[in-house]
């Protein structure tokens, strides 16, 4: 037990394996897990591919965030020993000069092995001037944020992509019919069809579903009313007489279903500027998100709960392929890429929490050594007085993992 506390204590501060033996790859071990993680894929694919594509998002985005603290702990002279994809038992690996690259059971997660992260991670003399700990401040806040900033870099990337392209979801001040009206119904009577503009009720403007129900209903059933129209660029008008609402007799009914959000485009300009405000604003978001995904009341209310809050439940890479795949149906690629840059704003804010064993807690770290570090004296923070917190954090995690994951099962969000 003591072993297993003493390993677990040593990879909270190292942030990743520390484990230095390099044994051959079993070849069972790499075949039947390979078997099962194809087979998942392939399953995953069949029942919704978008899903499989939200996946495939969230995968490229986990190697990614790993390659950014890879490439700028290289370029800060630190050694690296280690960059797996995936957590738990090895299922194989293979060296390329001092690091070895590797595939491990469990995914989720992945990280890569930097020497001499603190005052506990142990490291050969000859390898001391290339540790994690003996390199500057901002060098050491660089390799340790790169992760998140990738996150960001992706979401941002992601937006104005999406917003130059397929456009940027929002009120675009045109209220448009879509569908049929209802039938015998006001609108029905006169000829309005989807794609109709509604442009006024009698001398009100309108540019937005509730400035037409404002219209309507401040009228009794049976009052006429003239309805301005656009279609296909041709200027309408029509009086006639509203019906009443079917689930309120009293309330007035024009009939239609309409709605003024739609995807526009956006020139380039706009869409790095509408892109960079939309990150910084679900980072924001995030933020107050924290606050409610690591609260344990919350956690266990939602477990024994018959219905799940939809907006408070924890879940997992599971249930979020299930929204994943949902959205792909009615939105296709844009409205999974534009969750995959959600997703990617949440994680990059998450990792920042200032706690082992996220990368935020190393960031913590360094700065409260830089602060204590005067004239000339290096302070070190003895990392294993943070342990005890770090170990309640993982607990905490595995615990939201749990639940998250029972109640993707049970109540599913797709």
Do not use: C
Not at 85 to 95: D, E, H, I, L
Not at 112 to 128: A, C, K, W, Y
Not at 157 to 185: E, H, M
Not at 284 to 295: A, I, K, M, Q, Y
Request: net charge positive; aromatic share 8%; no cysteine.
């Amino acid at each position: 037990m003591s072993s297993f506390y003493t390993k677990f204590r040593d990879e909270i501060a190292a942030g990743g394996a520390v484990d230095p033996q390099k044994p051959k790859n079993n070849s069972a071990t790499t075949a039947i897990t390979g078997a099962v993680v194809v087979g998942l894929l392939v399953w995953l694919g069949v029942k919704n591919p978008w899903s499989l594509v939200f996946v495939a998002g969230l995968i490229v985005s986990v190697f990614l965030h790993e390659l950014g603290h890879f490439l700028t702990a290289r370029r800060s002279g630190m050694k690296v020993t280690q960059f797996y994809m995936g957590m738990g038992p090895r299922v194989f690996s293979f060296q390329r000069g001092e690091v070895e690259f590797g595939l491990r059971a469990l995914p989720i997660g992945a990280f890569v092995r930097i020497v001499g992260m603190n005052n506990l991670d142990e490291s050969d003399p000859q390898d001391e001037p290339r540790t994690y700990r003996q390199q500057s401040y901002p060098k050491r806040m660089l390799v340790i944020t790169a992760g998140s900033l990738m996150h960001l870099i992706i979401a941002i990337v992601l937006f104005i992509g999406i917003y130059s392209t397929a456009g940027r979801f929002g009120d675009t001040g045109k209220l448009l019919i879509y569908g049929a009206p209802a039938i015998d119904s006001a609108a029905a009577k006169i000829g309005l069809r989807e794609g109709d503009q509604i442009v006024a009720i009698d001398d009100k403007q309108i540019t937005s579903r509730s400035e037409l129900i404002f219209a309507i209903v401040e009228n009794q059933p049976g009052a006429i009313v003239a309805v301005k129209y656009l279609r296909e660029g041709q200027a309408g008008v029509e009086q006639v007489a509203l019906g009443a609402n079917p689930a309120n007799p009293k309330v007035a009914f024009l009939g239609v279903a309409s709605d003024s959000y739609r995807y526009v485009r956006q020139n380039p300009f706009d869409a790095v500027r509408l892109g960079l405000f939309d990150v910084a604003r679900t980072a924001r978001d995030s933020v107050s998100g924290l606050f409610v995904v690591l609260n344990p009341k919350n956690i266990f209310s939602n477990v024994v709960a018959d219905e799940p809050d939809m907006m408070t439940r924890p879940t997992t890479v599971v249930g979020a392929s299930q929204v994943g795949g949902e959205i792909g149906r009615s939105e296709g690629l844009k409205g999974v890429l534009m969750l995959l840059a959600s997703v990617n704003i949440f994680v990059g804010v998450f990792n920042m929490m200032p706690l082992l064993p996220f990368d935020g807690g190393h960031a913590a770290i360094a700065t409260y050594e830089r602060i204590r570090s005067r004239r000339g004296r290096v302070y070190r923070a003895d990392v294993g007085k943070m342990i005890p917190v770090a170990t309640t954090v993982v607990i905490l995690l595995v615990t939201l993992m749990f639940a998250g994951l029972y109640l993707d099962i049970t109540s599913p969000l797709g």
